[in-house]
Each structure stands twice: as C-alpha cells, then as structure tokens.
C-alpha cells in the first residue's frame, strides 16, 4: 500500500496517465480504499481524465462532435478548477 503523501505528490507532479501501469494501479487502488484520497484526489483523477479526452479528440480534429460530458461530470470539472485557483 502507498501512502497518502505519495499519491498526492504522484498527482501533483504528473499527469495520472503518464504514469506507468505499475505506478498508476497501486495509486487507483489507493483512492478507491482511502477516505481522505478518495475525497480529494477522485475529483482530480476525474478531472485529468477529461482533459486527456479532450486532447485525444482535439487530435482526432472532431471536438465537439463526441464529447459528451454528463453535467454531474461538468459540475465536478468545475468544482475541480475552483479548488485549483
Ligand atoms: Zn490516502
């Protein structure tokens, strides 16, 4: 099991999925189990996932056309940038 500090650490400094799978499931596992990571870090997991499926359909060059965020998702996309600033 990892620590709190080192997925918080992990989180600040990379983006989750650059990580490699060894680093990145021990990390999951951690936020799913852990009351105080799975507050805070879900929300920035979450947030992150959007981003990189942004990206992916900005490569693609079809942004707009399959994106669709749930306003739960949104709502939470928000709340995450909020926090940041
Ligand atoms: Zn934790």
Redesign the pocket.
Known sequence: MIA?KQ?AKALAENRYYELPWFRRIPMFI?IRL?V??GKYHQQVVDFQKGIRGYLEHEEAGDVGTKIHLSDEAKKRIAEAMKNKS
């Open positions: 709190c997925v951690h852990c105080m990571c």
